[in-house]
């Protein structure tokens, strides 16, 4: 039986129009775009295309702040360098929230070091941040705050609204990890006021091994990597050219279905009900992270309590009928740990380790369910549910 991927949120297949836009230069001599000859100059340009793509899917950005990298974490972790690197004492201040991503996690605790400090800013019941607790935050004036804009589990999109302004104030830098938002949720940078926004292309159709940061002309900038002038010297290294060209092509995608209300509702219709059938044969189950979401999205806690069980059961069930779906971020899918996002949001361990993550793509690209697999899913779910709670005495 033909596997079905309710796993998008993990990686996403590149689409075709990307593929056929990657495929020349896979295979095309002399395409350094640092060479000064046609093949080069030829090169450049194309990648000139994609940079101007990119920008335009995160706003009125310019082309000259996007950075090319090979990920979202290597960007988020680029951001975080470049911050801490603006502390004389080598002491920093950093903050992010409790549900961020653990590349945000972990660039922040490096940077830290053992002599600075990562200040968590609190969410509610919901993923939503404590805005007094983000306040205070920020009037201590971190090097950095980090947000997550569309959470990686639940899809709990964050109300940004004048968080860059008060960072500004405060002359603090602001990082926004948006990997999760192309095609999701409208990205603003300006509206949003940040200095640096994270983006990866596998999330939204584009190739795997590419991702980009945006940085805000006069913010400053710590190079990861040091060697040749590419990226305007903020990341060294030959460009790479195939996958930069498939990411201007699904940039492009990503920014139609992002701003088209009839893709997103019919994106959300397909996961309300898909949601709406696990949730009505599976007594005890709840949504997590309802009350502001991006459409693709649904998190869902099992009453496993007292089963000795979590989400991994489930998982087994699930990925033995070909359902691929996850129990949190695929980064900690192979940690037999709680969900540190679900227990930023109030839930006690056992709940939080017997969630499922199920994340949809939209219509017309690779990873697109139909009703039929919508249907095929839940009752997947229902079925192993059921077949774990019938071994409870």
């Known amino acids: 039986m033909q596997p079905l991927h309710f796993d998008c949120n993990a990686t996403t297949a590149a689409s075709d129009e990307v593929v056929e836009a990657m495929l ?78 653990s590349a945000t996690r972990k660039a922040a605790l490096r940077e830290a070091g053992g002599d600075g400090e990562v200040v968590a800013i609190p969410v509610d019941a919901d993923g939503q941040l404590d805005r007094d607790a983000l306040t205070a935050a920020i009037e201590r004036r971190p090097a950095l705050v980090s947000l997550i804009l569309v959470n990686n589990e639940t899809g709990a999109i964050a109300d940004l609204d004048g968080v860059g302004h008060a960072c500004r104030e405060a002359g603090t830098l602001l990082h926004v990890d948006a990997v999760q938002g192309p095609g999701k949720a409208p990205i603003d940078v300006e509206a949003i006021g940040c200095d640096y926004l994270s983006l990866s292309g596998h999330k939204f159709h584009g190739p795997r091994g590419i991702g980009v940061l945006y940085v805000r002309e006069g913010a400053p900038v710590t190079p990861l990597m040091v060697g040749g002038p590419q990226e305007e010297e903020r990341r060294a290294g030959t460009e790479n050219v195939p996958a930069i060209v498939g990411l201007g092509v699904a940039a492009d995608r990503a920014r139609e279905l992002g701003t088209s209300p009839t893709a997103q509702a019919e994106l959300a219709a397909r996961r309300d009900r898909l949601e709406a059938a696990i949730l009505a044969g599976c007594p005890g189950a709840r949504v997590h992270g309802a009350a502001r979401r991006a459409a693709n999205v649904t998190n869902i806690g099992f009453d496993l309590a007292g089963t000795g069980l979590d989400a991994t059961a489930l998982l087994g069930l699930l990925h033995g009928q070909g359902i691929e779906v996850s129990a949190g971020s695929a980064c900690n899918s192979t940690r037999m740990a709680p969900s540190p996002v679900l227990v930023a949001m109030g839930l006690d361990e056992a709940s939080a380790s017997s969630a499922l993550r199920l994340s949809l793509a939209h219509a017309g690209t690779p990873d697109a369910a139909t009703d039929e697999d919508v249907d095929r899913c839940a009752t997947a779910v229902v079925e192993a549910y059921g077949t774990l709670s019938s071994l409870v005495p």
Request: aromatic share 4%.
């Open 24 to 101: 020349p230069w896979l295979g095309r001599p002399g395409a350094n775009p640092s060479a000064t000859h046609p093949a080069g100059k030829e090169a450049a340009r194309a990648v000139r295309r994609a940079r101007e793509s990119v920008a335009a899917l995160i706003g009125t950005a310019k082309p000259s702040t996007i950075v090319f990298t090979s990920c979202g974490s290597e960007s988020t972790a680029m951001a975080f360098r470049s911050a801490a690197a603006q502390c004389r004492d080598g002491a920093p201040v950093l903050a992010h929230s409790t549900v961020e991503h």
